[in-house]
């Protein structure tokens, strides 16, 4: 008989483990951290202390996402109120930098509009700039939440020099794109290609409609 075969019978005899029970502290393995030589059961032991370890490992790990998201979704909460209760166009625009540059700590957020009339006075606002053939290009391509290093979005010139990472929002209702919301970080890492995007994903949803309501009235 060879290893296979050895443990081929132990498998389809889980009873030989009852008949020679003080067999199991009898048989010595070495150690797997380079001690003395110990029983089978002690390795038991042992590799259940090990795995005992992992999960707790991942169960912290998960916990911190946890709290992580219901952070997150706690600050996108309250600039979704405060956009529900914005009344003009000046204060959905004061609601969206603020919250973003102060509750998510965003050092850089800029936005871009087409396609909508700017309010009287307002005409001048960046905001309402015209954008040039490659920022529509890019914005039509952009069906989903643009996260990763700056270096990959020539297209948006209008980019602070500074900024190294970037998330890139589509602003879409009803009749199609009508503009970029733009998160900007001098942190290389701050926004990362594998990054989720559903907050994202909602945060522009929530800016798009209410950008559109209050442009639209």
Known sequence: MDARDVAAYLKSHPEFFDNYADLLAQVLIPDPHGGHAISITERQLGALRERSKKLEA????????????????????????????????????????YHLGNDFAVPHVSLRLWGLDAPVGEEDRPEFAPPDAATLSFAAALKHPHCGPSARLEALVWLAPTVRSAAVLPLQYRTGTIGLLALGSEELHRFYPEMGTLFLTRLGELASTALWRTLRD
């Open 58 to 97: 991942k169960l912290a790990e998960l916990l911190h996402f946890g709290e992580e998201n219901d952070a997150i979704g706690e600050k996108l909460h309250r600039l979704g109120v405060a956009l529900v209760g914005a009344e003009d166009f000046a204060t959905v625009l004061a609601a969206i930098y």
